[in-house]
């Protein structure tokens, strides 16, 4: 049963620590999400990948946040530092096209908090 | 722009009550895809439907169904007989025209959370 493998499931950190999630997709998928899901919010897209090339991150705070794709089994998205606003469930999800469309998965989430 | 609206913020039905939940959205795209995801307590992410903006007709699966109406821009999805385990948030979600062969970004609604009571 292929399914997006998001580590770590919960985290708390202090103000300041620098915070690594990572994310394996489904095996074949060649686009990867980054989405956060706050209360004040909802769901919104931090960035995505396309064949391990970043195709968009306007919705990442650039000067703290990072996302990469070291190879086509791992995504990561680094916050240094953290700040308290950045609590929130971050989610991995991948995705491949075909002429039908595309159907996008998720991972459990990452439950981030900093205090 | 693209942009999901779910009016409906909580709903709450008594179990085996019929319940819709509304999705209207906004696009110049003339091909997208709609998507329903269900988020229960335990909050994952789980891929309910996917439907093609050129293929109008409805679906079901089971006690779920779900009517893609392109003239009032709208995609609602309706449990039948609901049951205790449909207590979730659901989220309808819409992206854009898939050109390259990969999968293109969602856009979400706000989500309707779901309360179904004995």
């Known amino acids: 049963d292929a399914r997006v493998t998001q580590t770590p499931r919960h985290k708390v950190t202090e103000m300041g620590q620098e915070v690594t999630m990572r994310c394996q997709p489904i095996?074949?998928?060649?686009?990867v999400f980054w989405y956060r899901q706050t209360m004040m919010q909802g769901l919104e897209l931090l960035a995505y990948f396309r064949n391990r090339a970043p195709l968009d991150d306007s919705g990442m705070p650039k000067d703290r946040f990072s996302a990469e794709m070291p190879d086509a089994t791992l995504a990561t998205l680094k916050i240094q530092p953290s700040e308290p606003r950045d609590s929130a469930v971050y989610f991995c999800?991948?995705?491949?096209?075909?002429?039908?469309?595309?159907?996008?998965?998720f991972g459990e989430g990452s439950w981030l908090t900093v205090v | 722009a693209q942009k999901v609206t779910q009016a409906q913020t909580e709903i709450s039905v008594v179990e085996k009550e019929d319940v819709t939940l509304d999705c209207v959205y906004e696009?110049?795209?003339?091909?997208?895809?709609l998507f329903w995801y269900k988020q229960p307590p335990s909050g994952e992410l789980v891929f309910l439907i996917r439907?093609?903006?050129?293929?109008?007709q409805n679906e079901i699966s089971g006690r779920y169904s779900w009517n893609f109406q392109k003239s009032t821009s709208s995609f609602n999805f309706t449990i039948t007989a609901s049951q205790v385990v449909d207590s979730a948030v659901y989220f309808c979600?819409?992206?854009?025209?898939?050109?390259?062969?990969?999968?293109?970004?969602?856009?979400f609604g706000t989500g309707t959370r779901l309360q179904v009571t004995l």
């Open positions: 439907r093609n903006s050129f293929d109008e």
């Open positions: 979600a819409l992206s854009e025209e898939n050109r390259s062969g990969t999968a293109s970004k969602l856009t």
């Open positions: 696009t110049r795209d003339t091909t997208y895809y």
């Open positions: 095996l074949g998928h060649n686009t």
């Open positions: 999800a991948s995705g491949s096209g075909s002429y039908a469309g595309n159907t996008i998965y």
